[in-house]
């Protein structure tokens, strides 16, 4: 986890819409708290993805709708720079929109900041969709684009 301290940490942090000002340095301590508080949640499903024994990000679903976003809805941060691009999160998140489905959802549903290109890319290589046009969120100002993959388009992109 020492890439959440380091230089592209805040970068990281800035893409997912996380503001400068509320991002701090963080401990392995204060870590394993906000994981323990995930583990708790009953609102949330929550995995640290791993590679060859290093956690290099966090995949996760919200259950309940929230004013700008449906449910279920997934997020995704492969946080070590090292490890972008290298299917890692796409095979994650077809893992995860796949859980989702043999649950019984219907859809899944995303969003990215509208200038996070990497984001935007991931999920289209994923089959969602842009669903509406980009908003600004009320509750922090930036600007959105939300998606959503369909049980039967994730057939045809899964090759099902």
């Known amino acids: 986890m020492h890439w959440i301290n380091g230089t592209h ?51 996760w679903v919200g259950l309940l709708a929230t004013g700008s976003l449906a449910a279920p809805a997934v997020s995704i941060m492969i946080g070590e720079p ?36 990497a984001s935007a890319r991931l999920l289209a290589r994923a089959g969602f969709v842009d669903l509406d046009e980009p908003y600004i969120d009320q509750d922090d100002g930036l600007r959105w684009q939300n998606v959503s993959l369909s049980d039967a388009a994730n057939k045809v992109v899964a090759g099902a």
């Open 9 to 59: 940490g805040m970068e990281t942090l800035r893409m997912m819409g996380v503001p400068e000002h509320s991002a701090e340095p963080t401990t392995l301590l204060l870590e394993k708290a906000r994981i323990e508080g995930f583990i708790e949640t009953r609102d949330q499903y929550n995995w640290m993805i791993e590679v060859e024994g290093d956690v290099i990000g966090a995949i």
């Open 82 to 117: 090292a490890a972008r691009g290298a299917g890692v999160g796409l095979l994650c998140l077809n893992a995860v929109d796949q859980f989702l489905f043999r649950s019984g959802a219907e859809r899944v549903f995303a969003r990215h900041l509208v200038g996070n290109h």
